[in-house]
């Protein structure tokens, strides 16, 4: 079959069953904005397309007088940037695909782009094919590797034409935005693109459905290539393939098309930001229920840290990808691969949600009961009913609630100081 390029035809493709399979990936934010490292990625239009104080008043007092943008460039120097060691954290993190940006609004190329002119990361700063580098370092990992892509370049002279013209004329779109997209998918045979900078323009001026054509019809990667929503400035939740809707998207209820939650470590910035305090950053409980949640919900969880401008992920980071790591080590049965229940969440308590795989129910606890008991409310037991929790040998003991339900005996737990990890998966048999 041939993909039309209009939504009605691209919206039926299929999505390929790796990505709903995955359900865990890391996002990295990394580019030029890497350089001042403060605020956020939007630094260069917070500073000179807002013109704010606060910007304007951080180059003062760090940059010499007259200071561009393109002056950041060459201290990207990306000079301990190991993508071999990347790799082996993103696997240890439990993550199935990472999205990398190969361009962020600002137009800098994290690859040899051609029609990106002493603006890449070839010609300028790391002097490397980061792209490139990072992509065989994850394929050697078995990991799918996602690029992400910004449409729109905040002060390229084309788009701001354009821009001027209603976007009547389509120059930067033809010079720019398309080779750049046929660039990466020739030459990386990406997994999955993840679209952005799509809200200014109409999906007339972007050319999307033209590009998705290709990409599903005679692309190297066509059979396997998922694409996200964002794809021009009324797609967000309407077409492409999976939907993000919009940042750190959270549905409340069961969503019926398939979708992603992209979150941060840092909650005020995807970019690396030098000055970051603990306070500000997101603990390992709060990553694990998004995660659940998210996962209960039918959708994919894309956890996001910025590198700095050498290329290091800073130690709290991986801290924290880690303990997502160990988590999944021990709960990932429940997460990989798995569906949405017929009930998501208990409506007695918020902490306890549910996935399964076909006829297995899983109960995913985020506080642990005072009494050692866990009430269910939502499956139905039976005489073959069997409880086991992941990480824990043997079954374990239940009885049928005296209303709807069962209740679970929890193995004790020993005392300790500390409050313990953030929550247990427990595996029903035989209910319904």
Same mark, same amino acid.
């Given at each position: 079959?041939r993909?039309?390029p209009?939504?009605?035809?691209?919206?039926?493709?299929?999505?390929?069953a790796?990505?709903?399979?995955?359900?865990?990936?890391?996002?990295?934010h990394?580019?030029v904005?890497?350089v001042?490292a403060?605020?956020?990625?939007?630094?260069w239009?917070?500073w000179?397309?807002?013109?704010?104080?606060?910007y304007?008043r951080?180059?003062?007092?760090r940059?010499?007088?007259? *200071?561009?943008?393109?002056?950041?460039?060459?201290?990207?120097?990306?000079?301990?940037?190991?993508?071999?060691?990347?790799?082996?954290?993103?696997?240890?993190?439990?993550?199935?695909?990472?999205?990398?940006?190969?361009?962020?609004?600002?137009g800098?190329?994290?690859?040899?782009?051609?029609?990106?002119?002493?603006?890449?990361s070839?010609?300028?700063?790391?002097?490397?094919?980061?792209?490139?580098?990072?992509?065989q370092?994850?394929?050697?990992?078995?990991?799918?590797?996602?690029?992400?892509?910004?449409?729109?370049?905040?002060?390229?002279?084309?788009?701001?034409?354009?821009?001027?013209?209603?976007?009547?004329?389509?120059?930067?779109?033809?010079?720019? *935005?398309?080779?750049e997209?046929?660039?990466?998918?020739?030459?990386?045979?990406?997994?999955?693109?993840?679209?952005?900078?799509?809200?200014?323009?109409?999906?007339?001026?972007w050319?999307?459905?033209?590009?998705?054509?290709?990409?599903?019809?005679?692309?190297?990667?066509?059979?396997?290539?998922?694409?996200?929503?964002?794809?021009?400035?009324?797609?967000?939740?309407?077409h492409?393939?999976?939907?993000?809707c919009?940042d750190?998207?959270?549905?409340?209820?069961?969503?019926?098309?398939?979708?992603?939650?992209c979150?941060s470590v840092?909650?005020?910035s995807w970019?690396y930001?030098?000055?970051?305090?603990?306070?500000e950053?997101?603990?390992?409980?709060?990553?694990?229920?998004?995660?659940?949640q998210?996962?209960?919900?039918?959708?994919n969880?894309?956890?996001?840290?910025?590198?700095?401008?050498?290329?290091?992920?800073?130690?709290?980071?991986?801290?924290r990808?880690?303990?997502?790591?160990?988590?999944?080590?021990?709960?990932?049965?429940?997460?990989?691969?798995s569906?949405?229940w017929?009930?998501?969440?208990?409506?007695t308590?918020a902490?306890?949600?549910?996935?399964?795989?076909?006829?297995?129910?899983?109960?995913?606890?985020?506080t642990?009961?005072?009494?050692?008991?866990?009430?269910?409310?939502?499956?139905?037991?039976?005489?073959?009913?069997?409880?086991?929790m992941?990480?824990?040998?043997?079954?374990?003991?239940?009885?049928k609630?005296?209303?709807?339900g069962?209740?679970?005996?929890?193995?004790?737990?020993?005392?300790?100081?500390?409050?313990?990890?953030?929550?247990?998966?427990?595996?029903?048999?035989?209910?319904?």
């Open positions: 079959q993909y039309r209009d939504w009605a035809s691209l919206d039926a493709r299929p999505l390929p790796w990505f709903d399979q995955a359900k865990v990936g890391v996002f990295v990394w580019g904005f890497s001042p403060w605020g956020s990625e939007w630094f239009w917070h000179q397309g807002e013109h704010r104080p606060d304007e951080f180059v003062q007092l940059y010499p007088p007259g *200071t561009t943008y393109a002056d950041f460039a060459p201290h990207f120097t990306a000079h301990d940037f190991q993508p071999r060691q990347w790799a082996r954290l993103f696997q240890r993190a439990g993550a199935r695909y990472v999205v990398l940006t190969t361009k962020h609004h600002e800098f190329t994290n690859w040899g782009s051609p029609v990106s002119w002493n603006w890449n070839l010609d300028i700063g790391p002097h490397r094919d980061l792209v490139g580098e990072l992509g370092a994850l394929r050697e990992s078995n990991i799918r590797y996602g690029l992400y892509h910004s449409l729109l370049e905040w002060f390229n002279p084309l788009y701001l034409a354009d821009k001027k013209s209603g976007f009547k004329t389509q120059d930067f779109v033809s010079k720019k *935005t398309m080779p997209l046929y660039d990466l998918v020739l030459k990386y045979k990406p997994d999955l693109i993840w679209s952005d900078g799509d809200w200014e323009a109409p999906e007339s001026y050319n999307s459905t033209s590009f998705l054509a290709w990409l599903y019809n005679d692309s190297p990667v066509k059979d396997t290539v998922v694409v996200n929503d964002r794809w021009c400035n009324n797609c967000s939740c309407r492409g393939g999976y939907y993000n919009a750190k998207y959270k549905p409340g209820t069961l969503p019926a098309h398939k979708w992603e939650m979150s840092d909650k005020l970019g930001r030098s000055n970051m305090s603990i306070a950053l997101m603990d390992e409980a709060s990553i694990i229920e998004e995660l659940v998210t996962v209960s919900f039918g959708g969880y894309l956890l996001n840290v910025g590198p700095t401008k050498e290329g290091v992920i800073a130690p709290i980071f991986q801290e990808l880690l303990a997502l790591g160990r988590w999944l080590d021990t709960n990932g049965e429940a997460i990989y691969e569906q949405p017929r009930v998501q969440m208990e409506n308590t902490t306890v949600w549910y996935t399964s795989k076909d006829p297995v129910v899983y109960a995913i606890f985020l642990w009961p005072q009494d050692n008991v866990l009430e269910l409310s939502s499956p139905t037991p039976s005489p073959a009913t069997q409880v086991t992941l990480g824990f040998a043997g079954t374990l003991k239940w009885q609630a005296p209303g709807e069962l209740l679970i005996t929890l193995p004790q737990m020993l005392p300790s100081p500390l409050p313990p990890q953030s929550g247990w998966a427990v595996k029903l048999e035989g209910v319904k």
